[in-house]
């Protein structure tokens, strides 16, 4: 079972999820009974997702007290809280102090590692195996040990053989 999600502003269990799409931009928000309620949720006029992430930065640096401005873009932090987006890439940067908390509290962590399908990783790893072997059969015949030369292509083969059918000898 995963772990339950958190308050995206205090950290206990959400029980209410919350998705906006502005600019067919998604944003979700998670946030615990009384969170909700303090924020104004159930009153759908009263309620701002870009200013419930801005107050959600539980270590707000300066960047998060709307001084700071993106060098490429000119975009402030209250120029976000208005919008609930950024004006460019480098906003990312600029704004770590607000974006950092609010990934940690969303998500598992605030690098996106991304997914790989199974066999992919599978046909990966089978021609790692491949170029490790072709490596080792080249250097055993340049130091003229024959014998390991001689398992090297028995194991390419091999391998060839049972995993890429199509593959050339």
């Given at each position: 079972?995963?772990?339950?999600?958190?308050?995206?502003?205090?950290?206990?269990?959400?029980?209410?999820?919350?998705?906006q799409i502005v600019n067919n931009q998604v944003h979700k928000v998670d946030l615990c009974e009384a969170c909700a309620?303090?924020?104004?949720?159930?009153?759908?006029?009263?309620?701002?997702?870009?200013?419930?992430?801005?107050?959600?930065?539980?270590?707000?640096?300066?960047?998060?007290?709307?001084?700071?401005?993106?060098?490429?873009?000119?975009?402030?932090?209250?120029?976000?809280?208005?919008?609930?987006?950024?004006?460019?890439?480098?906003?990312?940067d600029t704004f770590r102090g607000i974006v950092d908390p609010m990934l940690e509290n969303m998500h598992s962590g605030?690098?996106?590692?991304?997914?790989?399908?199974?066999?992919?990783?599978?046909?990966?790893?089978?021609?790692?195996?491949?170029?490790?072997?072709?490596?080792?059969?080249?250097?055993?015949?340049?130091?003229?040990?024959?014998?390991?030369?001689?398992?090297?292509?028995?194991?390419?083969?091999?391998?060839?053989?049972?995993?890429?059918?199509?593959?050339?000898?």
């Amino acid at each position: 079972m995963s772990n339950p999600l958190k308050c995206s502003v205090c950290s206990k269990p959400a029980t209410v999820h919350l998705t906006q799409i502005v600019n067919n931009q998604v944003h979700k928000v998670d946030l615990c009974e009384a969170c909700a309620q303090a924020k104004g949720v159930t009153d759908p006029g009263g309620f701002s997702l870009a200013d419930l992430l801005l107050k959600a930065s539980l270590n707000p640096e300066p960047a998060a007290s709307g001084k700071a401005r993106c060098e490429k873009c000119g975009f402030t932090a209250v120029d976000f809280k208005k919008l609930g987006r950024f004006g460019c890439p480098a906003c990312y940067d600029t704004f770590r102090g607000i974006v950092d908390p609010m990934l940690e509290n969303m998500h598992s962590g605030v690098t996106h590692t991304g997914k790989v399908p199974t066999r992919a990783l599978e046909r990966k790893s089978l021609y790692d195996r491949l170029t490790k072997l072709e490596l080792d059969l080249s250097e055993a015949i340049k130091s003229e040990r024959y014998e390991d030369a001689a398992r090297a292509r028995d194991e390419i083969s091999q391998v060839k053989q049972n995993f890429l059918p199509d593959a050339p000898r």
